[in-house]
């Protein structure tokens, strides 16, 4: 039914997914194969059917599980008691902590921005220190050695610093920093060894001449910056350096963490504006006036000190001219001709966009089958990993050497003398600029190789020479062409290897040469203006190189506004902006048509759970609910309750969130939502254990209704909200607990503030508690997987699992009593079964939450939403799009349809009838959920399609005898 490629995964009553060819319950009874098809027809919130074929934003079962291993963070903090106390003594109405920390974040990412271009100049400097003289004596191959010995190294080091030192650092980070704004927790990305390492790898894999920028990894090292110097560091031998500790909270380290990712662009490309609208636009998923103020600021000081040290230092040499602003270090690629723009050149303008989008497009296609190819095959390696990269430095400097051979060499004055040897009537007509910014390469004197110039050069200053104006033919169609074949080629594959670099320059110098190609067509078309004619001056390849690098960058990442004002800023061409946007603006249209931006598709390979601006759905989402695509049943836990019990939940699920509930007049009520980190570091904590309600709290009227359950089958309907599931402590009353509840309270109001750290567990939103929280628990001497030793050094997965293990085998603790109210977050979302799907989505993801509990009229948890709940292809496989597909090709009959939708909540209310729960109001006795309640459970595959069958097969034949 579901062809090829299709994976049927089970879980059964909220358990881990089981595979088909495993045991589905704990019976010891397997799913036969000759049942996988109905198992396939029993769609739900327990039956997930996986699409392992190649597709957009589609995962295996491997995948969702390296998906399923990302944690998600909250924008605000958890608003808990403990919270409030906390604030209290860090909150301040002054802001000038911010600002003072935004300069901060701008002087430091400058200094480094400034520091990382001095160290790629002088690596650069070193490797052509000696090239000119070799050449000057026709030791070709001496200096081939000379110039590829250099890159070997320099690329080795680079590669190796990374697979051995912080694997984290690889790439340019974009797809990371981007995944961490929008809510994912990635370990590692921001720490100050991740920044070191980021920092000597990238400087050393640019200068070893990869086809890389390190614009790309500025914007990690600047978020790295704005994380490490609002947060502060810790130390190895347990200090921690922060400057402001009111800002160590969720809400200031995210803001801090985009302005230094904007700083990091500024200070690449010397564009304040385009940083923070880079970060606007791409980066950060949430934003605010105060905030894009503050981060405009950052820049601003970002770029004004790197500015300021370029022009006085080149290669860690000081220039003599501190203090000036030139147009050579203020501008990344400075066009010095203006040219007017006229209203004939936006036709071609329009065509080089659509070939702009299709170009970038391709070169996504292509590096994302290299990555995947190289996931496979040599990501497994960390040796293959840094030899890859080694081989290819090799291959890219051999490139850049021999391949200029190919070209011949060209006078350098073709129009100020004509006659001279070797001019041809295209270079008569053609400026040419002068011969110290051509590449004499190995010809002779007052000749230049085309090749070399382009190849055998820097990657800006390459740019530079594509967009040199009046220059028609100085570049024709053989070196364009092979420039932008080889360069396409090796930029895709040296993008996503083991070194840290980015693709922000490869992407431009390729745009540029895309560019002047087409320049050159239409200069061959149309002619080579004369000089006296300014309504002409478009014409020309320099200028359509603008345009194509705008074009080209915008098809690969999607850029429209931030993207336009850094092409102003950084090549002071304003004349072209009506163009440049036009290009910008097809390219996106034309690339969109045809797939995600690169940096999305780069977040889907590494699995990381990002959550798009809108929900890519081909069916309307209003229609749908939130109960249609929520986990369900929901795990809770009780707002007081035993111990023992509290740590059974912890060891049966693997939720990093739990709703907590507290009995009431219609069952159990939701009261807000705790993190399990936060639950782990209260358990580690018997000065929070109390004695349980004595008999004199039992005394109330026993007519009261009983406590509630952990981790019990919540309903899933509006009718039950007064049903109860089973009972946990025997005959304790409701009021008994919330009046015992309320008094501890006020003793938790003296105690927790000492006992527990508001510091610490005010804004553990993403992480655990330090180790040193875990105490000396005495240990059992009958448990045999119970570790020897609970010390402060060991493993935080060790200290858990030995922490659950022992809470559960010693019966003092079934005795004890722990109450969570100080902890929970009083001001989690929660939202209605019937809230509109669409809505929630735009909610999650607006307001930044990790978590959203769906609940009843009567406020009984019915489930949650978590971020992989609302992913596309979840949501998609949820509402019925998949299916809808399978019966139009697969000739689904209309029993079958209702077959397949009504499977999945048959579990449920199944569930819910056994439990002695009161069933909806239209459910007769005789229906497939009682018919299954009926019998023996738990209930198998084939129970459950049999049911379903029965009932079918019922309504079918009612509707042919009214027919």
Not at 235 to 256: E, P, S, Y
Not at 689 to 716: E, H, I
Request: glycine residues 8%; hydrophobic residues 45%.
């Amino acid at each position: 039914m579901f062809g090829a490629g299709r994976r049927v995964t089970l879980e059964i009553d909220g358990a881990a997914p089981v595979p088909d060819t495993a045991k589905e319950d704990g019976t010891g009874s397997t799913i036969n194969p000759r049942n996988r098809s109905r198992i396939a027809r029993l769609r739900g919130p327990n039956l997930r059917v996986e699409d392992t074929t190649h597709g957009s934003n589609q995962y295996n079962r491997e995948g969702q599980a390296k998906m399923a291993s990302f944690q998600s963070i909250s924008y605000l903090p958890i608003h808990s008691k403990i919270y409030l106390e906390w604030l209290k003594t860090h909150f301040t109405a002054s802001v000038v902590a911010n600002w003072v920390m935004m300069a901060l974040i701008g002087i430091v990412t400058g200094v480094v921005g400034a520091a990382l271009k001095n160290l790629i100049q002088f690596f650069t400097k070193v490797k052509f220190m000696h090239v000119e003289s070799l050449l000057a004596r026709h030791q070709f191959m001496l200096m081939w050695f000379h110039f590829t010995s250099i890159s070997l190294i320099l690329a080795l080091v680079a590669a190796a610093v990374v697979v051995y030192g912080e694997p984290a650092t690889a790439g340019s980070g974009v797809p990371e920093v981007m995944a961490y704004l929008n809510g994912v927790s990635i370990p590692k990305i921001f720490r100050a060894r991740t920044l070191f390492v980021k920092c000597v790898s990238v400087s050393l894999a640019v200068a070893s001449g990869l086809f890389g920028g390190n614009e790309g990894p500025m914007i990690h090292i600047g978020a790295s910056i704005g994380k490490i110097i609002s947060q502060g560091t810790q130390l190895r031998n347990g200090w921690t350096i922060a400057l402001f500790k009111r800002f160590r909270n969720m809400f200031d380290r995210r803001n801090f963490i985009s302005a230094g990712a904007a700083a990091g662009v500024a200070s690449a490309f010397g564009a304040p504006v385009g940083g923070l609208l880079f970060v606007l636009e791409e980066i950060s998923s949430f934003w605010s006036h105060q905030h894009a103020w503050q981060t405009f600021f950052c820049c601003m000081v970002a770029t004004l000190t790197t500015s300021l040290i370029c022009n006085s230092f080149e290669a860690f040499e000081f220039t003599g001219t501190f203090g000036l602003f030139s147009n050579k270090h203020s501008y990344f690629v400075y066009v010095d001709v203006a040219m007017d723009s006229q209203l004939k050149m936006f036709l071609p303008v329009v065509v080089l966009g659509v070939l702009g989008g299709f170009a970038g497009v391709a070169f996504t296609w292509l590096n994302l089958k290299i990555c995947g190819w190289r996931n496979r095959w040599i990501a497994c390696k960390p040796w293959q990993r840094v030899m890859e990269v080694s081989i290819l430095a090799v291959v890219t400097a051999s490139v850049c050497v021999f391949l200029p051979t190919a070209f011949e060499c060209l006078p350098v004055d073709c129009a100020a003398v004509p006659d001279r040897v070797g001019c041809t009537s295209r270079l008569r007509q053609s400026g040419m600029e002068s011969g110290e910014v051509l590449h004499q390469f190995t010809c002779p004197d007052g000749f230049f190789n085309p090749g070399a110039t382009l190849f055998f050069a820097t990657p800006e200053t390459t740019i530079q020479r594509l967009l040199s104006r009046n220059t028609h033919f100085q570049f024709d169609y053989g070196p364009v062409i092979t420039l932008l074949i080889v360069y396409i080629l090796l930029a895709c594959y040296t993008s996503g290897m083991a070194q840290s670099s980015g693709i922000m320059v490869p992407s431009l110098l390729i745009g540029a040469t895309l560019g002047r190609l087409f320049g050159l067509v239409v200069t061959d078309i149309m002619g080579v203006p004369p000089t006296d004619n300014g309504e002409r001056d478009w014409q020309d390849p320099g200028a359509f190189a603008l345009i194509g690098a705008a074009a080209y960058f915008s098809g690969v990442t999607r850029l429209t506004m931030s993207l336009t004002v850094i092409f102003m800023e950084i090549t002071n061409e304003t004349h072209f902006l009506l163009p440049v946007m036009t290009a910008i603006v097809v390219a996106r249209l034309t690339a969109d048509a045809c797939m995600e931006p690169l940096y999305h598709k780069l977040m889907h390979l590494k699995y990381l759970p990002f959550l798009p601006d809108e929900l890519h759905a081909t069916a309307c989402l209003e229609l749908s609910a939130v109960k249609d695509v929520m986990s369900a049943p929901a795990v809770t836990v009780p707002l007081f309750g035993p111990v023992s019990k509290v740590a059974r939940v912890m060891l049966a699920s693997t939720h990093s969130a739990f709703p907590v509930v507290e009995p009431g007049s219609h069952g159990e009520v939701f009261k807000g939502v705790i993190l399990r980190n936060h639950v782990y570091s209260i358990l580690a904590r018997r000065e929070l254990f109390v004695d349980p309600p004595t008999s004199a709290m039992l005394s109330l009227s026993s007519s009261m209704p009983l406590s509630p359950s952990f981790g019990g089958v919540p309903s899933t309907s509006e009718g039950d909200g007064d049903a109860e599931t089973s009972s946990i402590e025997g005959d304790i009353p409701k009021m008994a607990i919330r009046r015992l509840s309320v008094k501890m309270d006020a003793t938790n109001r003296i105690k927790y503030g000492s006992v527990i750290n508001p510091e610490l567990m005010a804004n553990l939103d993403d992480r655990l508690p330090p180790v040193s929280v875990y105490p000396d628990l005495p240990l059992s001497t009958t448990s045999a997987a119970t570790p020897t030793a609970m010390r402060p050094t060991d493993a935080d997965a060790i200290n858990r699992e030995a922490l659950i293990a022992r809470l559960m085998s010693f019966p003092e603790f079934d005795t004890k009593w722990v109450n969570l109210s100080p902890y929970v977050d009083m001001s989690s979302y929660s939202v209605p079964e019937t809230f509109s799907l669409e809505r929630s989505y735009n909610l999650f993801r607006t307001m930044g939450l990790r978590h959203i509990t769906v609940v009843n009229k009567y406020n009984n948890v019915v489930g949650m939403i978590s971020r992989k709940d609302l992913l596309s292809q979840h949501v998609a496989e949820m509402v019925g799009e998949k299916e809808k597909i399978g019966r139009q090709t697969g000739g689904e009959t209309r029993g079958q349809g209702r077959r397949r939708r009504r499977g999945g909540q048959l579990c449920v209310e199944a569930h819910r009838l056994r439990s002695g729960r009161v069933l909806d109001a239209g459910l007769a006795l005789g229906s497939p959920v009682a018919a299954v309640a009926e019998e023996p459970g738990p209930w198998s595959v084939e129970t459950l399609d049999r049911s379903v069958r029965r009932g079918d097969e019922e309504e079918e034949e009612r509707e042919r005898r009214l027919m």
